[in-house]
Nanobody, 120 residues
Framework: QVQLVESGGGLVQPGGSLRLSCAAS????????MGWYRQAPGKERELVAN???????NYADSVKGRFTISRDNAKNTIDLRMNSLKPEDTAVYYC??????????????WGQGTLVTVSS
């Protein structure tokens, strides 16, 4: 069984910063991509940022230049540093990992979600 445990999030004023962290645990061979998605009320879940085990990153256009994702492959963790937060960043943020269980065996794992609220 593979689990993702998220931490961080909370209430912050516009222009402020937050950091989200996610740690993967359990039995697996390796992790391909890890990343963060978010879902705002009434909207579909969308990719915020992800990072491959090579270090290659992808960001949503709406967060480029403000958010930074990083990864520690040895610890199977990722961080998302969010700066210059805007009210439209308010959402539940979900950690995601594509876990390799064996040859030709992949598993898409999700965290429980953490709420980020940007409001004055």
């Amino acid at each position: 069984q593979v689990q993702l445990v998220e931490s961080g999030g909370g209430l912050v004023q516009p222009g402020g910063s937050l950091r989200l962290s996610c740690a993967a645990s359990g039995s697996f061979f390796s992790i391909n991509a890890m990343g963060w998605y978010r879902q705002a009320p009434g909207k579909e879940r969308e990719l915020v940022a992800n990072i491959l085990n090579s270090g290659s990153t992808n960001y949503a256009d709406s967060v480029k230049g403000r958010f930074t994702i990083s990864r520690d492959n040895a610890k199977n963790t990722i961080d998302l540093r969010m700066n210059s937060l805007k009210p439209e960043d308010t959402a539940v943020y979900y950690c995601n990992a594509v876990v390799v269980l064996g040859v030709y065996r992949r598993l898409d794992v999700w965290g429980q979600g953490t709420l980020v609220t940007v409001s004055s």
